[in-house]
């Protein structure tokens, strides 16, 4: 019955209620809307991080990971003696020549850096097939197709089907140079890619760096990237010493910093817009129990306990937290579906912007993760039990005596 | 032993600095089955001691013993729980909860106690009967009439099985015919049931119904008249 | 970038020369009226040299045999002829932009200025060493900070507006002859990180030239580079039409 008089309370002064609630429902829904679309922007930046270059964790010589000496090198198979099938969460791996060279067509020269790849084994774990922008991403078919970005061809003024030079330190000394037909361009909105990213087949680069048979580094694809640190620590012992997976968080320290703030941003910002509320449900309630004190005068002169009383006003803005819980989680379920289905391109407006190691793209884009939801709803119960404890503390701490006069 | 004992009670309001005595060294008993008024003119004091009668509030001096206890010094819950199983209350108005039944007004004592639902349901269903309210149960107070309202506060303080029942002018907000009625209602339920009634009032009409009236007097008793018809 | 430090070397050999040359009949030597007078000395002087350089790394060593030609301090050219793998690799400097030819893919390839701290042909010489070898007085403050009986010690300060990679550059000149035997080569936070020793003086024509020298990288113990002239000829009919990116590709 409690239960039954706090939901009809509820109601007494429907208007007032459903200001409050109706207050309720946005921030929930929005909050969990503007988290969704916070989480969007950070899988975009970890996708350009990992997807576009690193791939989730990279296995090489420590010293190469340290300092990218060219003559740190593995076998090309050395992925397969560590990695079984049976390693099921890694999904894409990819054997890798780095070199860092001159890409020269006529009087223009632009310092690059060449990654020779198996374009098939790439696409597992890079994604540039799906930035292209002309062209075609390099095949088996052509040996010295090469991908570029839009900043170097645009540097280089050269279109797919043109040729290009690419000079480099052999690592017998000798001057390795060679011709690259450009298949395909990409544009992924980090720069840092687009003006110095080339990719070409994996043998093309061995030959012009005379390195037969040799790969700086093997980048690998997780099914879940937020596992890439676990993985990392479990797949290290069967390493040799002088080999070692990083992770992303690893190789891009400033994103594992930026996803750990915004779970600390997160809640400061659940916090900032709820304290909003908070005072509203306050507001709310405090009239609400003003108007009655009268009827908890009779309810106590009947013999209900004070904390009977404090627990019937907490049950109602729990109540209405509950059902603005219930709304606004739908709400904003609904919103994050929409902007994660359609979302709003922001191309027109904005370009890309680079930060800790990736890119934010222009374009408002929500993905579900169950702490915007579980953390905006935890925290909305909870500041409707702080909301209502000073009106329901009043309420109990009412002189019956007092309170039967009023009228 | 009596059922309320009333030993030399003062009781003294603090308005800021300044204290204004409500009662004065009153001492009353009470034995159950008693239909008695507390009678005098506004102010002097019926309210307070009702209040200190039911345990809403102690006194400044003096004691109050209910049912052989003295809650002097007990605590807000300590009271409420004593109210709950010992004291029924009326008001004078607006004794319901708005958004309760009138139904559900009745039980709510009986839900505080704890007492099962179709239990509850069965003893206010029969209290409605006696009372001459059933078939308004579902009803709200608001479509109520005030001798209704009050009927189902009788119902309400009587679901309970309390000792006494304590009435504050229950009829001043009544029409003399419907005053007449409820009071009429009191009186049987005291005859048939035995339920002590203590009730103030200021109305003729309604002391001359009572068979024990206690005159107070600017908070002292001025006169305890027993009546034997 | 080879082909620059021969440049520079060829250069100061010349310069070398010149100094010995010119300098005899001088008694209290200003420094800076010394390598005014080596500059304008080396003016106009044209050369060609058959030389062989030998890099070796930590992880590879290698030898080349180049052909170069200069003209001024500001027209350069440099030819590998061996290994064959590398035949006709070739550099072209003039002034300050350097240009390499590739006849495996048949393409002149201008060197970007973010690559001119860039290793030039592999060795321990910088194509900015090219460049800027001939530089010298014009972008640091000369000094005499010693002198003995056998040497002269100068030191190479950076001027105040100069966009130099060195924070310091001391020759060690020989007396007699006047030629240098070492340069040290100085970093920012004054460390030294390069030395160039000379070696194997012998008279061409009418000069005295070192015709060995040695590039240390201080920071790699291992590691050094050595060019050696086999042969150098001085003031040949050469104009700056030679030094043509046409030029550059004739086989």
Redesign the interface.
Known sequence: ??F??AF??LW?NRRRTLLTLSAMVASAALLILALGVFSGMFRDMLASATEQYYGHLVLAKTEYHERRDM?AHLDEEVASRYITAEDTEIIGISPRLRSFG?I?L??????VELLGVIPEREKQVTSLQTKLIAGNYPSEAVNNGALIGQGLARKLKVSTGDEM?F?T?A?????G???LIITGIFATGDSRHDNNLVLAPLGWAQKIMVLPGRIHEVAMTLADPMLAALTADRLNPRLPDDVEILDWGDLLPEMREVIAAYDVSRMIIVSILYMATGLGILNTFFMSVMERT??FG???????????IRGLVLLETCLLGGIALAIGLTCGAVMTLYMQQVGIDLAGYITPVTYAGGTILPRLHAVFEAGNFYVPAGMLLLVSLIAGFLPANRAARLD??QA?RE? | MSLIELQDVSKIYRLGSQEIPALTGVSLTFEAGEFAVLAGPSGSGKTTALNLIGCLDHPTSGHVIVNGLDLGTASKKALADFRLQNIGFIFQSYNLIPVLTAAENAEFTLMLQKVPKPERRAKVRKLFVDLGIDGLENRRPADLSGGQQQRVAIARAMAADPHVILADEPTANLDSHTAEELLELMRRLNREQATTFIFSSHDDRVIAQARRVIHLQDGCLADDLTISK | MKTIRIAGILSTLILSAIILLAVRPSFALDVEALVRQVEQQYMGASSRAQTTMLVKTSHWERSLEMEAWSLDRDYFLVRIIEPAKERDVATLKRFREVWNYLPKVDRVIKVPPSMMGGSWMGSHITNDDLVKANHIEKDYNLRLIEETDTYFLVECLPKADAAVVWGKIVYRINKTPQVPEQIDYYDEEMVRVREIHFDDVQQIGDRIVPMRLTVLPLEKPDEQTILHYRELVFDLPLDENYFSLRNLKKR
Do not use: C, K, Y
Not at chain 1, 106 to 111: L, R
């Open positions: 019955m409690l039954t008089l009809r309370n007494r003559f001159l020269s006529a009087e223009t020269s632009q310092p030079v000079v330190q690592a017998d000394g000798s001057i140079n060679d011709l009268r009827e009779i309810l106590m002169a009947q013999g209900m306990r004070p904390w009977t019956p005596v039967v009228v």
